[in-house]
Structures are given as C-alpha cells and as structure tokens.
C-alpha cells in the first residue's frame, strides 16, 4: 500500500472528518456524515496496520478517529440531556409558568358549574325548556352510564384523547385571542353544571360523582390548565415586562406550547380511564384512587419539578445556540 497515494486519495475525507469532529453544534445531517466518515476512516486505518504499518499515518488517523469518536458519544449524551431537560424541566416548567392562571380557571369554573346547577335546581321552568323532564330521566337511567359502554374500550378511550387532546392544544395555542380560552371554560363549565343538575333532580348524584370521578379528576385538571396556559400566552401579550413584546412571546410561546405535549400525556392517560377504569366492575373506591392519583400526579409534576427548575433559575427555554440571537449586536 502507497501510504502516500491513502493520504492524498482521503485527504478531503479526513479533514472533512476533522471538522465535523471540531465543531461544536452538529445537525442530524452532519451527525450522520460524521459516523459514515468515521466508519470509512476506521476502515482505512485497518487497511494500514495490516497491509503498510506506517507509524506516522497510524497515529495521526488514531488521534482522528479518537476525536470523532469523543464528538459521537459527546453528541449522543448530549441528545440523551436535552431529551431528559425536557421532560423534567422545560415540560413542567410550561405548566408552572401558569400556575396561577390554572388555579384560576379551576377555582371560577367550579364556581360556574356550582351557579348552573343551583340555578336550574331552583328555576324549574328554565330547566324544562333547556332539558325537559322526560329527557331528564332518561339520562339519569341509560344514557348517562350507557355513553362510558356505547364503544370498544379502546375506541372510546382513543376518541375521548383525541378530541379532548385536540381542545387543549387549541385553548393554548389560541390563548393570544384572550377571548377562546374563556369560552372553552365557559362552555365546559356549563355543561358540567347542567348534568349535574340532571342527575341530582333525578336522585343520581352519587351516580353522577362515581362515573365522573375515575377520569373527570385528570380531565378537568388538563381542561383547566390548558386554559390557565392559554392565558398565561395572553397575559404576555399584554404585559411583555422588560423584553419586547416579539422576545416576550417567542420566548414564552416555546416553554408554554411544550404544555401542550405535557397535557396530551396526561390526557391520554385520562383517555384510557374514562375508557377502561370508569365503566369497569372495579370497586368504587378502586376507581377513585386511580383517577385521584393520575390527578395529584399531574398537579405534583408541575409544581415540585416545576418550582425546583425556577429555584435553580432556569426558565426551560432553549439554549441561546439553538435559537439564535434575539437581535443583532453592535
């Protein structure tokens, strides 16, 4: 083997390798390249010690390789890091960031669906006009409980994710309206306060609370912080603070839509209750501490993970390198 001909045929390979190997911010692209080529030039080095063992080209494409490979294994951490950044950090720090707007939202829709129901309990009239009586009954003796069985349990766990996964990520992204979040509470909040009253005027309350509880626990914890994000993104709009207002919403826009992925999990969980654990002969309390538990997990989540990476000063943003300046410097 020429070992003079290696070099000058791989020298564009080499210092293609060398490059890749010195640069600090790789793409999936140049990460790909940067394996392909230090397969080839492993291969190469091969070739050498077996065929030409010449001590200069062996130790200069020994230290190429090793370089390479502390870039891989640097990369493939760092992937691991940002992937475990996210989840225990930016994640959470989305729901935490809104903490307040989401206890909010919780605390004025119960109160709403507690007005509905006492309201319709005690205006019979408006009551027959929006649901009348022989409706009523028979909700509370079939379609109530009938709605948890209508489908496969897959099926309805998968429809009931979806559709409620879809809403949150529309009240969030939507936030900026100011207007949309308010009315996906509004909205549930009634809805939730004229079937109890359904099922209360009809002596089924406790039958209301046993169904609603397995998944409504989780559920409604989502639905209310999708909407507290959501305003929370309004909120910004708003008032920026120091930062312009593009640098306030781009920044904020990027730790609160993460909310959305840290809900649809959650929600998909509710999914799966609402379509297993709620029309299943599993003890009553059985289902209650399921659905109970998912909830506090949730609620758990975001403010121990979420207040412990405040303490630590970091706001779950990206890194600056991956997003580039705000603007140009002088």
């Known amino acids: 083997m020429d070992i003079d001909a290696l070099r000058q045929s791989h020298k564009d390979q080499w210092e293609r390798l060398g490059k890749l190997a010195s640069k600090r911010i790789l793409s999936a692209k140049e990460t790909d390249e940067l394996i392909s080529l230090y397969g080839q030039v492993g291969q190469q080095l091969s070739a050498v010690r077996s065929q030409a063992p010449d001590p200069d080209a062996i130790v200069e ?19 691991a890091t940002n992937v475990r950044r996210f989840v225990t950090v930016t994640m959470p720090m989305g729901l935490y960031k809104a903490r307040w707007f989401s206890i909010g939202v919780m605390v004025a829709s119960l109160a709403v669906s507690l007005i509905c129901a006492l309201y319709l309990l005690n205006n019979m009239t408006v009551f027959d006009l929006l649901v009348p009586p022989a409706t009523r009954r028979s909700i509370a003796q079939s379609q109530f409980v009938g709605y948890y069985s209508q489908y496969a349990h897959s099926e309805f766990a998968s429809q009931v994710w979806t559709n409620n996964a879809r809403v949150a990520a529309i009240s969030i992204i939507s936030g900026l309206t100011g207007f949309f979040p308010i009315l996906v509470q509004w909205q549930n909040a009634l809805n939730v306060g004229l079937m109890g009253a359904v099922m209360s005027e009809q002596g089924e309350i406790g039958k209301f609370f046993a169904y609603i509880s397995p998944h409504g626990l989780l559920e409604l914890s989502c639905v209310f912080m999708s909407g507290g994000v959501g305003l929370r993104l309004f909120w910004t709009m708003l008032v920026p603070g120091r ?19 840290s809900l649809t999990a959650a929600l998909a969980v509710a999914g799966a209750l609402e379509g297993f654990v709620t029309p ?21 989540y975001t403010f121990i993970l979420g207040r412990r990476a405040a303490l630590q000063g970091d706001d779950g943003d990206l890194d600056p390198s991956q997003i580039g300046a705000y603007a140009a410097q002088a």
Do not use: C, F, M
């Open 280 to 300: 299943s002969d599993l003890p009553l309390w059985i289902k209650i501490t399921l659905g109970a538990s998912a909830a506090v997990g949730l609620w758990a």
């Open 243 to 261: 930062r312009t207002r593009g640098q306030a919403l781009a920044q904020e826009g990027r730790v609160l839509v993460s909310a959305v992925i």
């Open 61 to 79: 494409l020994s230290r190429l390789l090793s370089r390479a490979r502390g870039r891989i294994g640097y990369h493939q951490n760092a992937r």
